[in-house]
């Protein structure tokens, strides 16, 4: 039997705290969603001023991150190239800001982050992750 | 034109029945109108902070009893600020604690008016046909000066358990 490794709930504080450092260092506001493989919520705290479809967006974005293996950025970038029928995949929100958690090789999870720009999304993704160690 | 008499005469049946009165049921206690409206006002948008502090009250009261609880909290409008799953809580608590808290922010009351009434019976039997509600204990506004400003949901035990931890972040919010 194969085991691998899973989210805790400490695990998403860790995240979820240093994504919102990284977003307030920068004066940014921001929703910031943690999930698990199957693309089920695990944590999300949506910061003073980001709106109610910043929220609904970081889960969609942590969503297609953590179930499709791949960050957001890769479906907004094949569509860009001209893949349109990518757009008719189940649950995939094509916009940079959602990153897949990868832990000694395997898909735990992604984070979705939305509010600001996308590229800066990613960024307060990115340090989240980094803060797992 | 052979099919015009028949359209009409339903139509004449259909509008008849549209503007009959319907005859008072006396053992109906909701036909009584009441003089006032009692309802607590909103507020404005729970803060983060606050809504971290009420998640962190109910967690502690989870820990303290040994129970896995999915929490939720909400802003007036019963749009998601804090959410967290605890490890081993059961995964249809994800969406249940977050409804909760939509419900009782959303009609500005705990959801345990909602159980109560429906168990009442018959003349409360349309309560679930009313929009985006659960009406299982668990889902508790957050009051700060008289004032509605969000809600805590949770969810992952019996709704008397869920109800004392919900109870405990609510409280935690004043």
Not at chain 2, 63 to 72: L, S, V
Request: glycine share 10%; hydrophobic share 45%.
């Amino acid at each position: 039997m194969k085991s691998r490794p899973m989210l805790t709930l400490d695990d998403c504080r860790k995240i979820s705290a240093a994504a919102e450092e990284e977003a307030k260092k920068n004066h940014w506001n921001v929703a910031i969603a943690i999930l698990d493989d199957g693309g089920h919520l695990l944590h999300l705290i949506r910061m003073d001023g980001a709106s109610p479809f910043n929220a609904r967006t970081a889960i969609a974005k942590g969503r297609t991150a953590a179930e499709s293996r791949r960050s957001s950025l890769v479906w907004e970038e094949r569509i860009k190239a001209g893949r349109t029928s990518m757009l008719g995949m189940p649950d995939i929100t094509p916009v940079q800001g959602g990153l897949p958690i990868v832990i000694e090789g395997a898909y735990i999870g992604g984070v979705g982050v939305s509010g600001v720009q996308s590229h800066e999304d990613e960024q307060i993704a990115a340090a989240g992750i980094k803060a797992l160690g | 034109m052979k099919g015009k008499p028949f359209a009409l005469a339903a139509g004449l049946i259909f509008a008849a029945a549209a503007f009959a009165q319907v005859p008072p049921d006396p053992n109906n206690p909701n036909e009584a109108v009441p003089e006032k409206m009692v309802y607590t006002p909103y507020g404005e948008t729970i803060k983060l902070d606050m809504a971290k502090k009420a998640a962190a009250a109910a967690l502690a009261e989870s820990e303290k009893r040994g129970w896995a609880m999915c929490i939720a909290v909400v802003g007036p409008t019963g749009d998601l600020i804090y959410f967290e799953k605890m490890d081993d809580c059961q995964w249809a608590s994800v969406s249940i604690a977050q409804h909760k808290a939509r419900t009782a922010a959303k009609y500005r009351r705990p959801t345990v008016v909602f159980e109560r009434l429906l168990a009442k019976g018959g003349f409360f039997a349309y309560l679930p046909t009313l929009d985006d509600i659960t009406m299982s204990r668990g889902g508790n506004p957050i009051v700060v000066n008289g004032k509605i400003i969000g809600a805590i949901g949770v969810s992952g035990g019996t709704g008397s358990q869920d109800d004392t931890i919900s109870q405990a972040g609510a409280k935690a919010a004043q």
